[in-house]
């Protein structure tokens, strides 16, 4: 819808005039949020979140919706947030309901959503799974790939940003723990090239000699700030994760903050949740350090004194239990003197047995000479040949035959299989249509029988209910209580007619009273001496009140003679 222009201004110089109206920027941005937001009104947009790290302070939440062309800025007020069924993830790709306005502040328009539904996982995150999924088949994040972080580096190696914070945090906190060189190697941590700079770092690190010019570090700390899933994407690409797993120096990855998670993470040797943190997992504290070889030092003066006190105890002990020198050393002479006297012919009774058994082995050698033996083994050698490497090249080729044809039967079967499933799909899905249409069908039917089922017993109802009678001209009799009165005995003084049109209350006199004109003993609505209701009781029925009765009906007895009354009944026509 067009907005008409503000009025326009007029100018206190005289040298310039122009028809061009002016607007002030609030009107400007008023009359652009109003034309945007009457274009549009609500809209549902399919995209994926990117930037989302939780609720702000005030609850408001505030991210971006994209595709692979553009992206749009979208927020959840908090009374909305709260109600949402599908809280915002980062990277998910969702269905967003709401309205499209403009904020002025920024001069850019948004999205204010009130509904979001799943779509699905968006692309960044598919992508990422996957390539997750190939790296874990090649082994590249087993657990006993990983190394130990040495307790005390010499140098210490970082792979960062030179002009973020990042650094900063690590050497404050590195100076903070336990002062140690460290070398930075300054690279790109997002954009284009990022990648290929940070797998450069890691490998120039470890193409360093130990003992070099350049010192080589003994651990390596691969660090970053928090950010998007595409701002960490350099940390995700193939490239940097080979290289962080190929690296022979033990790496430490904080990459982002404690929620946000990339490939290099699964890794590398170690976690940190920050690169403060990853500073802390590098280095101890010097204090505790120190601490603790003060007290390991004055433990161990302590258990060397208490060692030599009771060496020293135990040494006079022994010195007073000791016998005499000469007592100590007459059982070892006597025994030393007996063995002199019997070496002498030991030695020449053991040379002589020795001697025998040389003279038996000389006469063995002599007919069974070496050279005899070795020519056997050489014929036996000759004889054997190259048949082990025919028969082991023999045996490969009949294993390798085998292989192949167990490769055909698998792949027959596999195609077999899926071939029984799709046709199993098919069947199910067909059964599955007929028993829907069968289920409309009866639905639909028995719908009908109960509408005719319904409509046959209101019929009946209308044909036997007493309200038919009364619209053929009867009368329902009650007594006060709205009791049905059955018979002229059960007959009382107050009384109602219900006709098929309203209800009529008539009175009667009571046993002694006479009405005018009506004599005690034939009271109107009284039964006839027959017992049954005569039938001009209908007609009187229909007046107010009781009606006075005329000379012929004073005395029965001065009745002219006439038919008898003929009784009637509900059901007649």
């Known amino acids: 819808m067009a907005v008409p222009p503000p009025p326009a201004k007029t100018t206190a110089s005289a040298n310039t005039v122009s028809n061009v109206p002016e607007w002030s920027v609030g009107d400007l941005a008023s009359a652009l949020k109003r034309t945007l937001e009457d274009a549009f009104g609500h809209v549902r947009l399919r995209g994926e979140i990117s930037g989302f790290r939780g609720q702000h302070g005030s609850g408001h939440a505030y991210f971006s919706l994209k595709d692979g062309n553009a992206r749009i800025d979208a927020v959840v007020w908090k009374g909305t947030f709260n109600r949402l069924r599908q809280r915002p993830q980062e990277g998910l790709e969702v269905v967003a309901t ?27 995150m598919a992508l990422l799974e996957e390539r997750k999924r190939v790296l874990a088949a090649e082994g590249l994040f087993a657990a006993e790939c990983k190394r130990p972080i040495p307790y005390l580096p010499r140098v210490v190696g970082v792979v960062t940003s030179p002009t973020g914070a990042v650094i900063r945090d690590i050497l404050h906190r590195l100076e903070d723990r336990f002062a140690r060189p460290v070398l930075v190697w300054p690279v790109r941590v997002q954009g284009e090239g990022a990648a290929e700079e940070i797998a450069a770092a890691i490998r120039g690190f470890n193409a360093l000699t130990p003992g070099g010019p350049i010192p080589r570090p003994d651990v390596l700390i691969v660090a970053r700030g928090g950010g998007s899933i595409e701002d960490l994407w350099a940390f995700n690409e193939e490239c940097v994760v080979r290289a962080a797993s190929e690296s022979a120096i033990p790496l430490i990855s904080a990459v982002g903050h404690e929620t946000d998670t990339t490939l290099i993470d699964f890794v590398s040797d170690r976690r940190a949740p920050t690169p403060t943190g990853a ?216 009384m109602t007619l219900e006709f098929t049109d309203g209800t009529v209350a008539v009175g009667m006199p009571q046993a002694g009273e006479a009405a005018e004109g009506v004599p005690p003993e034939a009271p109107a609505g009284k039964a006839s001496p027959s017992g049954k209701a005569s039938p001009s009781g209908k007609a009187s029925s229909r007046r107010s009140g009781t009606r006075k009765a005329t000379p012929a009906e004073a005395s029965p007895e001065t009745a002219p003679p006439g038919p008898a009354a003929r009784q009637g009944t509900l059901f007649d026509l």
């Open 279 to 494: 500073a802390e997992m590098a280095v101890p504290v010097r204090a505790d350090l120190v601490a603790e070889l003060v007290d390991l030092g004055r433990r161990q003066r302590e258990a060397v004194t208490r060692r030599l006190d009771r060496e020293r105890s135990d040494l006079r002990a022994l010195v007073r239990a000791m016998p005499d020198v000469d007592a100590f050393l007459a059982g070892k002479r006597q025994r030393l003197d007996l063995a002199e006297a019997r070496l002498g012919p030991a030695l020449a009774g053991n040379a002589r047995v020795y001697r025998l058994r040389m003279g038996r082995v000389v006469e063995r050698f002599a007919r069974h000479p070496p050279t005899l033996a070795l020519a056997t083994a050489r014929g036996r050698l000759s004889r054997i040949g190259d048949r082990p490497e025919a028969a082991l090249r023999h045996h490969a080729g009949r294993k390798g035959e085998a292989l192949a044809y167990l490769g055909r039967r698998l792949v027959v079967a596999r195609d077999g299989t899926l071939g029984r499933v799709r046709a199993e799909q098919v069947r199910s899905r067909d059964r599955l249509g007929a028993l829907q249409a069968r289920l409309a069908q009866a639905g639909t039917r028995s719908i009908e029988r109960r509408a005719d089922r319904l409509a046959g017993l209101a019929g009946l109802l209308g044909s036997l209910g007493y309200r038919a009678v009364l619209a053929r001209g009867y009368a329902l009799v009650r007594d006060r209580d709205g009791t049905p009165i059955r018979a002229a005995a059960e007959a009382t003084r107050h």
């Open 98 to 124: 709401g309205r499209i306005t403009t904020f002025p502040g920024k001069s850019s328009y948004q999205i204010v959503i009130e509904t979001l539904e799943p779509a699905g996982i968006g692309a960044w």
